[in-house]
């Protein structure tokens, strides 16, 4: 089930440079789960259309979720100029979610790239396994929300220019450090994807990866957003899935990327 | 206070229904919206057999407005008869299937296969910029659009309304070949031809280069091609573009549209189309309207 409503910023700060962390206060927080996202509207009128953000942690008790957002155009920065006390229309949660049930037993590797790091932290939060590794990759030293992962898992840090942790990807991380892996969750750009996906099949394991696509509708109605599937997807039934409905989380198999 | 329309012998319990392709079959919005509000559900395009669609990027913001190079993905006219109209039989609301095809002969399979089934009107969309045949040149050429309609209503079990593109030189003549080759009914406008370049990437943003635009930037002109296409012929008109509340709504009805659609406003606020019915009635609370074909056509 899916909500339209008008939400509350309880605290927005940036964390980092051009990263805004935003909280709101909004009843569809009891029904979200992590890797699944929320259409955020800005109010501008010439910018019409709905900004998808990925949930970076749910709080049911204050019934709030947390966005954080990297500034790259009209409505990123329209949002970053808000204030607690502000009201935004939102619609969630949209989209499937990590199938983190998928990791019991297991040894699960979850891993975030730059802005794919946010929806990783609630994952982190939740899933049930043998053993949870995180792994971020960031370009340099700029490591946000890194230190809200350390309560949760073992983390582990690649950086393109080498600053902190592994030199290199997060890939480089994980065969470097030895990290016990039997499934993987992802987000992040889209080379690092196709690395994972490159990655699991040779080692025939799971991975699942989160993927990002323009949107209109944010519901599955305009069909804006597909990606290339391996099967019939259910909708259409032309190996088109919505990145809105059926994703943003694909088995890597599952999707040509 | 009466709101209820009558197209081609159809009775509308109000002038609004939803723009082909931004609502699916009503059953993504069905979430939040009552679709027993609506006058009418209009579904997205359907072919005789299913069409994959054009590559991404396919949809982009521009300026009070969007792009979209859908490329008419739907899952054939099968599937849809099995799920998208039982599903909108559930509702207290009338049911307008759109038509896609490449030729006249797939356009024809679409028509007769839903001679039998319990759908209120049909809408062929010969006005789709956004895939390389057939569409558009059905909708950019007077004869060829004549030519179709009286194809289409020699087998049609149903009121047939031809979809027109604004991307032309005279609205009024297609206006006129639709009729002519039997249209029950017109509407307008689909989306207009535009383009978007990323100038940082130097490339254009949609993956097929060219995308159609609709949102309130084209409203004004879409209310000016439904007064000339209404004013053109006898037959009623579907007013659309850049719908965005019931104002927009009553402008097409005073410019001669007998129903209106509401498109990419749904993206905008998924509420809009109750909006737009809710605000209707208001409107006519507020200016002593009893009777909503008062409004239809006033502004000569
Ligand atoms: C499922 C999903 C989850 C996301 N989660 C996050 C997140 O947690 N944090 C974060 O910083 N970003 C996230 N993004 C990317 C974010 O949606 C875009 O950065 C944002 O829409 C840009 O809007 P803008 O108006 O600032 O940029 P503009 O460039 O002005 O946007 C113009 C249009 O393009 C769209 N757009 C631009 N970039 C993207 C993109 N990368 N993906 C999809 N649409 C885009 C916008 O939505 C808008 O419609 C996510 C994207 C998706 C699809
Ligand atoms: C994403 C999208 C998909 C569309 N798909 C169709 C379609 O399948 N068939 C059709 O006749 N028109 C289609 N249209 C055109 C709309 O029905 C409408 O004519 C146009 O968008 C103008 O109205 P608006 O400005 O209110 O959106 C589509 C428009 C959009 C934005
Ligand atoms: S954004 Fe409309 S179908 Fe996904």
Not at chain 2, 205 to 220: C, E, Q, W
Request: hydrophobic content about 40%; some cysteine.
């Amino acid at each position: 089930m899916k909500k339209y409503e008008t939400g509350v910023i309880t605290s927005i700060k940036e964390i980092s440079a051009g990263i805004i962390d935003m909280s709101v206060k909004a009843s569809m927080t009891s029904l979200c789960l992590p890797g699944q996202f929320v259409m955020i509207y800005p109010n501008d009128k010439s910018t019409l259309l709905p900004r998808p953000i990925s949930i970076c942690e749910i709080d049911k008790a204050k019934e709030e979720l947390r966005f954080v957002f990297r500034i790259v155009g009209k409505g990123t920065a329209e949002f970053s100029t808000m204030k607690a006390g502000d009201t935004v229309r939102l619609l969630g949660p949209a989209g499937n979610g990590f199938p983190f049930d998928r990791a019991e037993g297991k040894n699960a590797v979850l891993i975030g790239g730059g802005i794919g790091v946010p929806p990783i932290l609630e994952l982190s939060k939740q899933v049930k396994a043998k053993k949870v590794s995180t792994l971020l990759g960031y370009r340099n030293n700029d490591l946000f929300l890194k230190d809200d992962f350390d309560k949760y898992s073992d983390v582990y840090i690649a950086t393109e220019d080498g600053s902190v942790g592994t030199k290199g990807n997060v890939l480089d991380c994980l065969k470097s450090q030895d990290i016990p892996c039997d499934v993987i969750m992802a987000c992040g750009p889209m080379p690092m994807l196709r690395a994972i996906k490159a990655f699991a099949e040779e080692r025939g394991i799971e991975a699942y990866i989160s993927l990002e696509e323009r949107m209109a509708c944010g519901v599955g109605a305009c069909l804006g957003c597909v990606c290339k599937t391996t099967n019939k997807d259910h909708h259409s039934h032309v190996n088109n899935a919505r990145v809105c409905t059926e994703g943003p989380v694909f088995e890597a198999r599952e999707v040509e990327i | 206070m009466n709101t209820s329309v009558k197209l081609c012998g159809v009775e509308f319990k109000n002038p609004v229904t939803t723009a082909s392709g931004t609502f699916g079959s009503g059953m993504e919005y069905g979430e939040f919206v009552d679709l027993n509000r609506l006058g009418a559900v209009t579904t997205k395009g359907v072919a005789s057999v299913a069409w994959p669609g054009n590559p991404t990027v396919r949809v982009t913001e521009v300026y009070g407005g969007m792009l979209n190079a859908i490329g008419l993905q739907n899952p054939g006219i099968d599937v849809f008869c099995q799920r998208d109209i039982p599903f909108l039989k559930q509702y207290d609301t009338k049911i307008i299937v759109n038509v896609c095809g490449k030729t006249v002969e797939e356009y024809l399979k679409v028509v007769e296969r839903l001679a039998s089934e319990p759908v209120d009107m049909l809408e062929i969309n010969v006005s789709c910029p956004n895939v390389k045949e057939g569409a558009i040149a059905f909708g950019q050429d007077a004869k060829a659009l004549e030519n179709i309609t009286s194809e289409i209503k020699k087998i049609a079990k149903q009121p047939v309304i031809m979809k027109l593109s604004p991307n032309v030189t005279r609205i009024a003549d297609m206006a006129k070949a639709a009729q002519a080759g039997g249209a029950d009914a017109i509407s307008l406008i689909n989306t207009i031809t535009g383009m978007k370049i990323d100038i940082n990437r130097r490339k254009f943003v949609l993956a097929n280069k060219t995308g159609g635009m609709s949102g309130p930037a084209i409203k004004p002109v879409a209310v000016r091609m439904v007064y000339e296409a209404s004013h053109a012929v006898d037959i009623p008109v579907i007013g659309m573009g850049g719908i965005q509340n019931a104002e927009d709504a009553i402008e097409f009805m005073m410019a001669g549209a007998t129903m209106v659609a509401v498109g990419a406003a749904n993206f905008m606020n998924p509420m809009a189309t109750i909006e737009v019915v809710e605000g209707i009635e208001k409107w006519m609370q507020k200016n002593n309207v009893s009777d909503i074909n008062e409004i239809i056509g006033c502004v000569e």
